[in-house]
């Protein structure tokens, strides 16, 4: 309203050269009016509710389905706990619809059938053996994050089929599965199905990372911290103390990994329900407008409830203040549900933090990711090629250390990711150079200083040879 108007109603609109964003019943009109078999409106429910006019969206629906000339099938989906609530605020848009309500995939008996159909869409049998371990299996899985009903069906039955095909090799009949393809999917897809001993297993693959010294001293630290909170609630006792985290370190230095080890940790020790994680970058959380803002940031939480929320590349959120109020709201309301973790560059993610007092305090333990040194790296190349049982010639060692010392200035340089890119580059190299070739056991176990990729300069210099 103009100055001095009227307060109250709702808030104008933001102009854009002088014209008003288009309404979410002015996009409905459009998506309505594209030709093509068929348009899937999904969560036609929270559309609706969101809507600062809902009555115009209904409208616009009801008007594109009565128009001849509009001949698109419209399916739209929405939760069962929201049909009631559609049904009684707009039963008339409702009745544009013939309603269907799928089966609850949240039950067992109907999750077996739903393997079957799948299983016989792949020509997969599933024995009698793994057929009652599948049905432990499914009847105790709740699901983390997104990964829910049908997809949480498909993805255990493909991760299964994918087990034996690694383990048996492929077949041209029908696959048979039998419980050896279906050992320890459900713990993978779901860490808080893990008994309490396997915190030590991840503490052994936390130890096993190269480097990290004093992270790995925090991390046991923070484990017999979480020990004593998991025996406190269990006796009723409410930890105050929060338990997020901040991994401050440059590029490649392991914290996705170690905030992925501190989530099972925590889902094994009963803090989380599940474990997993959910890694987003500030630009998935900004939206056009506060309340898309609002609600990506509501739809990564809800995807990321029983386990972690890793926001990587923190520092940026300096740029999008209405993501981290959202965040702070979320913090308040959901931070017993979930580990957040923020990490970033050290520079830029102190400072972001200490322009923001206020949301460093919902935070607690920081872990400072230092990178490898130069022998280390090679040492970790190594370690990628004894793992996949190849041995590194000493004039190859030599150059690595040449090469990681000039890959440092480059600005995609990211310690463990660039020697991993490095090591499946120089193993592509060598399958290359050997095509063909008369070879041994030796040989093709043998990475030699011919197998490393081309540095920029070489290229270049290879290209100016060939043009004189």
Do not use: W
């Not at 998506?31 to 609706?48: K, M, S």
């Not at 500030?282 to 898309?292: F, K, Q």
């Not at 041995?391 to 250390?401: N, P, S």
């Not at 499946?424 to 040989?443: E, N, P």
């Amino acid at each position: 309203p103009p100055s001095g108007g009227a307060s109250g109603g709702a808030p104008p609109k933001t102009m854009v050269d002088g014209v008003a964003p288009p309404t979410a019943a002015d996009l409905m009109k459009r998506v309505l009016a594209q030709r093509g078999p068929a348009i899937l409106f999904e969560r036609l429910d929270a559309a609706l509710f969101a809507a600062s006019d809902p009555a115009a969206l209904v409208t616009a629906v009801r008007r594109a389905r009565r128009d001849p000339a509009v001949d698109t099938a419209l399916v739209a989906t929405c939760e069962p706990s929201a049909y009631k609530r559609m049904l009684a605020d707009h039963p008339r848009l409702v009745e544009t619809f013939r309603v269907y309500r799928l089966p609850d995939l949240s039950d067992p008996e109907n999750r077996m059938t739903l393997l079957h159909l799948l299983a016989d869409e792949r020509r997969v049998t599933v024995g009698g053996a793994a057929l009652e371990a599948a049905r432990a299996d499914l009847g105790r899985l709740r699901g983390p994050g997104d990964l829910v009903n049908a997809r949480l069906v498909e993805t255990y039955l493909d991760t299964a089929c994918q087990r034996h095909l690694e383990r048996a090799g492929a077949s041209r009949d029908r696959l048979v599965l039998d419980p050896q393809d279906l050992h320890g999917i459900a713990e993978g897809l779901e860490p808080a199905l893990r008994p309490p001993g396997d915190i030590d297993g991840y503490l052994r693959q936390l130890d096993a990372l190269h480097g990290l010294d004093e992270v790995k001293r925090t991390v046991h630290e923070l484990v017999e911290e979480a020990r004593v909170a998991a025996d406190r609630a269990r006796y009723g006792v409410t930890e105050h103390r929060p338990l997020h985290l901040l991994l401050a370190g440059p590029p490649g230095t392991g914290k996705s990994t170690v905030a992925g080890l501190v989530g099972g940790i925590f889902a094994a020790l009963g803090l989380l329900g599940s474990g997993h994680v959910v890694a987003c970058r500030p630009a998935h959380l900004t939206g056009r407008d506060r309340h898309d803002t609002e609600s990506r940031v509501r739809g990564m939480v809800e995807q990321a409830l029983g386990g972690v929320l890793l926001v990587r590349d923190a520092h940026l959120l300096d740029r999008v203040p209405e993501v981290v109020a959202e965040l702070r709201a979320v913090l308040h309301r959901e931070g017993h549900r979930l580990l957040v973790v923020c990490a970033g560059p050290p520079d830029g993610l102190y400072g972001f933090l200490a322009a923001h007092p206020e949301f460093r305090e919902e935070f607690g333990r920081e872990l400072e990711f230092e990178g490898l040194g130069d022998r280390e790296l090679v040492r970790l190349f190594q370690a990628y090629a004894e793992r996949d049982l190849y041995m590194l010639d000493e004039e190859l060692r030599v150059e690595l250390l040449s090469r990681f010392e000039q890959m440092r200035g480059e600005a995609s340089f990211g310690y463990a990711r660039t020697v991993r890119e490095l090591f499946d580059a120089t193993v592509a190299r060598q399958a290359a150079r050997l095509a063909g070739a008369d070879v041994d056991a030796s040989t093709v176990a043998r990475l030699t200083v011919n197998d490393l990729p081309e540095t920029s300069l070489q290229q270049m210099m290879g290209g100016l040879h060939e043009g004189y």
